[in-house]
């Protein structure tokens, strides 16, 4: 079936720190794959997405790259600020697919301290 | 406002009851989903609406849960004979489809928080 593995957090960086949040997927064929974030007290965004192998999304400084052959999208950022610290949850829309429902990963939450 | 609205945000319940969680999707959204986020797990999907139609239910965790869209605009999920394993958050999310594709962004409302006691 379809699923995501996203890392455990929390994780707690000081401010400028790099970050990576791990996810891999199983799924059959070639998934669309998102980062949605969630601030404190707000709904979930959508950070990026990426829907082909080899296809990089990027927002806010925020990256990850679609790898098929690792079955992974993980985030990355250079320099984290405080105003990071949010829950990240890694998503996938499966390709036999109808409309674009999203399967979650367990989410990771993110703290950035000054 | 602009953007998609839930109500209400905190429903408390004694098991057994019945309750109704109301979605207000962004104007012009074809597409409207329903999720459910356990603490500290991501969300999980319910159901999906295309307009008034709903084209997939398979997420429903029993006969209990229902769902409804009979304009295709605002949606109702009512949950029958409440259980406390029903405790969660409840999220709607709606999105514009120009047409049937897995990328389109979902935009999500705050989410109702439901405790069933």
């Known amino acids: 079936g379809n699923s995501v593995t996203q890392m455990e957090g929390p994780v707690t960086l000081s401010e400028e720190a790099f970050l990576t949040i791990n996810c891999t997927y199983t799924?059959?064929?070639?998934?669309?794959l998102f980062w949605y974030v969630q601030y404190p007290g707000e709904g979930l965004q959508l950070l990026l997405k990426?829907?082909?192998?080899?296809d990089k999304g990027s927002n806010k400084g925020f990256e990850a790259t679609y790898r098929k052959e690792t079955t992974s999208f993980h985030l990355e950022k250079g320099s984290v600020q405080v105003s990071d610290s949010a829950v990240y949850f890694c998503?996938?829309?499966?390709?036999?697919?109808?409309?674009?429902?999203?399967?979650f990963g367990q989410g990771t939450e993110l703290s950035v301290k000054p | 406002g602009a953007g998609v609205s839930q109500s209400p945000r905190y429903k408390v319940a004694k098991r057994g009851q019945d309750v109704a969680l109301r979605c207000d999707p962004i104007?012009?959204?074809?597409?409207l989903f329903w999720y459910q986020q356990a603490l500290g797990q991501g969300p999980e999907f319910l159901t999906y609406?295309?307009?008034?139609?709903?084209?997939?239910k398979s997420g429903l965790p029993s006969d209990r849960f229902f769902a409804e869209r009979p304009e295709g605009s605002v949606s109702t999920l009512k949950i029958q004979r409440t259980q406390k394993e029903d405790s969660a958050v409840y999220l709607c999310?709606?999105?514009?489809?120009?047409?049937?594709?897995?990328?389109?962004?979902?935009?999500f409302g705050p989410g109702t928080r439901l405790t069933v006691l």
């Open positions: 999310a709606s999105s514009f489809v120009v047409r049937l594709r897995r990328d389109n962004e979902q935009f």
């Open positions: 799924a059959t064929g070639y998934p669309s």
């Open positions: 990426a829907t082909k192998a080899d």
């Open positions: 998503a996938l829309s499966p390709l036999y697919n109808q409309g674009g429902k999203l399967i």
């Open positions: 104007s012009g959204h074809v597409s």
């Open positions: 609406f295309q307009n008034e139609a709903q084209l997939d």
